[in-house]
């Protein structure tokens, strides 16, 4: 059984860069493309972008600027990374894995919190 | 990008009944729709992609249909299990974008 999950600190300050891990267990990512996506408190779903084992990745405009993914195929990993964040970026974050552009298989998500 | 508008945002239904979601394309995605349930505190559960196929374990009381621009969840007899916050998903275009979701909640 596939299975997603997220690691990370919860909080981070900000104008920093938050950073999380998605350990992949049941599948390897060599197979599937991976994605981030985020939803903030009561609000809607955004996708953040996706990766291929290969390092190859996609990601949304909107975020283009301060995302980075990339990937430890030794560890079955994938990673986010988002600079410069702001309260804007308080959120719910969530990784899965894609299959043919749809979400099949998600973590349990990860809360958050830009705060100073 | 694509915008995905949900309809109705909260949508009252009795057990039993029959719920009816819709899901509006500001373009073609064809049949690129996925739909997602959300329960508090979950992540999302994939229900239907292609528009119309039912996910693994997914049951048929969950139907999709449409394509282009209009699509519509059915719900044929709402279970208590089924009150939820529903998503639709477009993966024609990137970015990929998902509606604002409609809640189903009871009567």
């Known amino acids: 059984q596939v299975q997603l999950q997220e690691s990370g600190p919860g909080l981070v300050k900000p104008s920093e860069t938050l950073s999380l891990t998605c350990t992949v267990s049941g599948a390897s990512i060599s197979s599937y493309y991976w994605s981030w996506i985020r939803q903030p408190p009561g609000e809607g779903l955004e996708w953040i972008g996706y990766?291929?084992?290969?390092?190859?990745?996609n990601y949304n405009p909107s975020l283009k600027s301060r995302v980075t993914m990339s990937t430890d195929t030794s560890k079955n990993q994938f990673s986010l990374k988002l600079s410069s964040v702001t309260a804007a970026d308080t959120a719910v974050y969530y990784c899965?894995?894609?299959?043919?552009?749809?979400?099949?298989?998600w973590g349990q998500g990860i809360l958050v919190t830009v705060s100073s | 990008e694509i915008v995905m508008t949900q309809s109705p945002a909260t949508l009252s239904v009795s057990p039993g009944e029959r719920a009816t979601l819709s899901c509006r394309a500001t373009?073609?995605?064809?049949?690129?729709l996925a739909w997602y349930q959300q329960k508090p505190g979950q992540a999302p559960r994939l229900l239907i992609y292609?528009?119309?196929t039912r996910a693994t374990g997914i049951p048929a009381r969950f139907s999709g249909s449409g394509s282009g621009t209009e699509f519509t969840l059915t719900i044929s007899s709402l279970q208590s299990e089924d009150f939820a916050v529903y998503y639709c998903?477009?993966?024609?275009?990137?970015?990929?974008?998902f509606g604002q979701g409609t809640k189903v909640e009871i009567k």
């Open positions: 998903q477009q993966y024609n275009n990137w970015p990929w974008t």
């Open positions: 899965a894995r894609i299959t043919g552009g749809y979400l099949g298989y």
């Open positions: 292609g528009a119309s």
């Open positions: 373009q073609s995605v064809s049949s690129n």
């Open positions: 990766i291929y084992y290969s390092g190859s990745t």
